[in-house]
């Protein structure tokens, strides 16, 4: 009988490690997860896995600790000793890190080198994954592949190409099993509503029922790769099964505007988007990446990953989840 893994995901309340973890536990893995210490509950993705801590069989287990403190990480790497480890934890939104850029690099950048000098202080063979992005390519012109050349355009851009380029250094001066996915925009309804494709899909639940008249948004005409989070997360396990530790571009493909995304989301709800949407310039980034389109040739020919959602389907996935959300809100449990 094969010996239970252990898996030590960082991120874990976000929408890639709720996600994860679902996919995790499904394959009989325990599963250790890193949760900041929060005034309020912050772990509303997980609520469906959660487990009660006073209960003796369970394989779920969540442990307080920060990117920003490598004590905390190297005592936790040395008392669970995972099998692996996902580093999804970051300051992850565009916008955002070039308000706070400082955080940023402490967390997006150094927290993944503290994570990778705790695995190696705390003197484990855990195999590593690295949730890298696809902002690393910036200006680079689309398709983008394992061999485009990177050129960030953002802080937070900048932060994860120190933190790809750390996991690509630890695995070849020390032989670490390290890999970077490269992933592109990959959406869900556990997006959090800051970010654009559910800013979008909420707006339009809310507009829908009559709650909000007006959604502002900013360039319209970024082209992006959107694909389905579940799926996604699917190719992060993948590349940790590989006997050789490498890079992979995980996408769709398919390329669509922010223009086209709206105009599908609003169209699942019966509604006209241009009543309803209107440009602010606070949300341009003061440096744009225009495109954004992968090439998942080597994952499809090296893990045999495919993703199986389009940016339409997920918009109508998105859309749909929405409107049950706010009719929740609206009206609370109904029989």
Do not use: C
């Amino acid at each position: 009988m094969n010996q239970q893994k252990t898996a030590f995901i960082t991120g874990i309340t976000g929408q890639d490690g709720s996600y994860l973890a679902e996919l995790l536990l499904s394959k009989g893995y325990e599963v250790h997860g890193v949760i900041r210490r929060s005034s309020s509950f912050n772990t509303e993705r997980i609520e469906g896995i959660y487990q009660d801590p006073h209960l003796n069989a369970r394989n779920l287990y969540l442990h307080y600790g920060d990117l920003s403190d490598a004590t905390s990480l190297i005592n936790l790497l040395r008392d669970i000793k995972p099998d692996e480890v996902y580093n999804l934890a970051a300051q992850s939104h565009v916008k955002v890190s070039f308000e706070i850029p400082d955080y940023t690099g402490s967390i997006t950048a150094l927290g993944t080198l503290r994570i990778l000098e705790a695995l190696r202080a705390a003197d484990t063979k855990a195999r590593f994954y690295q949730a890298s992005s696809s902002e690393l390519y910036g200006s680079t012109p689309p398709p983008q592949s394992e061999a485009s050349p990177f050129h960030p355009r953002s802080p937070y851009a900048v932060s994860k190409l120190y933190a790809f380029w750390s996991t690509v250094n630890y695995r070849e001066a020390y032989g670490m099993h390290a890999s970077n996915g490269i992933l592109f925009n990959h959406e869900s309804p556990r997006r959090g509503q800051t970010f654009v494709t559910r800013k979008i899909t909420y707006a339009v639940a809310r507009i829908a029922a009559g709650v909000q008249e007006k959604l502002y948004l900013g360039n319209l005409d970024a082209v992006r790769d959107w694909g389905y989070a579940k799926e996604f997360v699917e190719a992060m396990w993948l590349m940790v099964q590989q006997d050789q530790p490498d890079d992979y571009v995980v996408a769709t493909g398919k390329a669509a505007t922010v223009k086209d995304f709206v105009a599908a989301a609003f169209s699942e709800a019966n509604l006209e988007w241009e009543k309803y949407v209107e440009i602010d310039p606070r949300y341009f980034r003061p440096a744009e990446v225009d495109a954004l389109v992968g090439d998942y040739s080597k994952a499809k020919t090296k893990l045999n990953w495919e993703p199986k959602t389009d940016w339409k389907e997920l918009a109508k996935i998105m859309v749909q989840a929405d409107l049950a959300l706010v009719d929740k809100e609206l009206n609370g449990h109904r029989s």
